[in-house]
């Protein structure tokens, strides 16, 4: 009888062990944890693109496709991006959300954690540089053509 209620005890406690919300197991520096990304990644240039105005395929043209469309509220697009990075345990959870209100096929509301910046006039211009490489002869010579011109039995010698 000892033996068995020794045996449900530990049982128990490991059971209870393994419910647990941070096991030991977790902060424990060698166990690797993943990192969870889960929704839709919303930048800051992404939500500055945004203006009250536009009609629902401009927004989901800049913004994507909304990962909860209520079909109670058909005019609501609720956007929601969570980051989770769980190799060192060090970092913060990283959590954005923004919600978007349509009144007639047009973007009347924006709300969230991420708001559009309010003088879009104030950002700064984004540069494109472009780089012109000019092009160059190579020739096209094989590794043993090379490797046989390096012992010296070749025209040229390449180096």
Known sequence: MRK????ITINASLFLAGCAEDPIINRLPFVYRIDVQQGNVITREMVNQLRIGMNKRQAQFVLGAPMLNDPFHANRWDYYYSYDPGSDGKNPAEQQRVTLIFEADKLTDISGTMLPNPRPDALPASHQVTVVVPPQE?????ILTRLWRWFGFGASHDS
């Open 138 to 142: 190579l020739e096209s010579v094989g």
């Open 4 to 7: 068995l209620l020794i045996l």
